[in-house]
């Protein structure tokens, strides 16, 4: 049993609080959070539990043993930072730090201390993120061709950072996971509309050295939500629509043949058109998931895969969209 303390409850710290709350092996001792009205819906939710509002009484509370962390990402750094230095170990809302720098020096400070990061990538364990990573480990669509990502919808606007910072994590955190190659550099273009300073559509890109490419589109300002992601190979082809009822992920037995035929120099290209197969995913909450697995990961010790690093190579995607941005597009190196 280890006793948890949650920084945050605004709108998805109550979601990280009923999760830990109903596994075996965590106790919530506390909740946080700077607005009174949030604490009165903290105590509705968990009668009898004790509240603040300062994130330093809870992380100088010498019986909490870890941390979750669901603040600003502009916060994150100085709250995991404190609760590492007084020796707990540390859950955080993507994304990790709102600099490379600053993941850096908190990887650095848990590995000296002997404690966990784990950064809340939550979609990589859904049955969908599973299942696609299972896929791609196993070569069922040969030879990758591209990423291409939709990630739309209307709002919600953040006060803090732009689309990219607020969007993007979940897909380059998903993109890092499932797919067996590591970008070379990252271009960015985008706008913002009503004087702000932060970008409120974005389309990013990120190189690799072999053809592969991955695209990821961010919109705030979208009439409808779309959550779709098509990866492609020369074998076969995946479309996973997040928001389906049903069959969120289709393989098709679809691609093309293209070779030049030097003798009469025409090009000759050929296409496949087979069979399409839903496979069967989990369902269970992933949020839930993800809980018991950083429980896991104390308990024994061990490295979760989406640890301090993982966050790392999101806050540097972000951070070269960000520079390619002001630069209008010109291609950073990773």
């Known amino acids: 049993m280890i006793d948890i303390g949650i920084i945050g409850f605004g709108y998805w710290g109550p979601n990280v609080a009923r999760n830990f709350n109903g596994l075996p092996g965590a106790n919530i001792t506390c909740i946080c959070d ?5 604490l009165k819906m903290a105590t ?5 539990l004790k ?11 010498d019986g909490i043993g870890a941390v979750a962390i669901v603040t600003p990402v502009s916060t994150h750094f100085d709250l995991a930072k404190a609760a590492l230095e007084r020796g707990k170990h540390v859950f955080v809302e993507k994304p990790l730090t709102s600099s490379v720098r600053q993941a850096e020096d908190l990887i650095d400070l848990a590995r000296r201390n002997g404690l966990i990061i784990m950064v809340d990538h939550t979609f990589l364990f859904t049955g969908a993120v599973q299942k696609i990573k299972e896929l791609l480990d196993a070569g069922e669509l040969g030879d990758l061709f591209f990423y291409d990502s939709v990630r739309v919808n209307l709002g919600l606007y953040q006060h803090d950072v732009n689309v990219i910072w607020d969007l993007a994590p979940h897909d380059f955190s998903i993109m890092s996971h499932v797919v067996p190659k ?11 509309h009503f004087g702000r300073g932060k970008e409120d559509v974005a389309f990013i890109a990120a190189h690799f050295d ?9 919109n705030w300002l979208s009439p409808v939500k779309v ?24 393989i098709y037995d679809r691609g093309v043949d293209v070779r030049n035929d030097r003798g009469i120099h025409e090009l000759l290209v050929s296409y496949r058109s087979g069979d399409m197969h839903a496979p069967r995913i989990s369902n269970v909450e992933a949020l839930r998931t993800e809980a018991s697995y950083f429980l896991d990961c104390i308990e024994k010790n ?6 301090g690093e993982a966050g790392l190579k999101v806050v540097r995607m972000l951070e070269a969209a960000d520079r390619s941005l002001k630069l209008d597009g010109k291609k950073i190196r990773l």
């Open 302 to 307: 061990q490295t979760p895969f989406n640890d």
């Open 44 to 48: 509705a939710a968990f009668p009898g």
């Open 34 to 38: 700077r607005d009174a009205k949030r």
């Open 210 to 218: 072999n053809g592969f490419i991955a695209h990821f589109h961010c």
């Open 227 to 250: 959550r779709r992601t098509l990866i492609s190979g020369n074998r076969k082809m995946l479309v996973w629509d997040d928001l389906a009822s049903d069959e969120k992920i289709k």
């Open 182 to 192: 590591e970008p070379v550099a990252v271009t960015a273009l985008g706008t913002e």
């Open 51 to 61: 509240t603040c509002s300062d994130p330093m009484e809870l992380i100088g509370d």
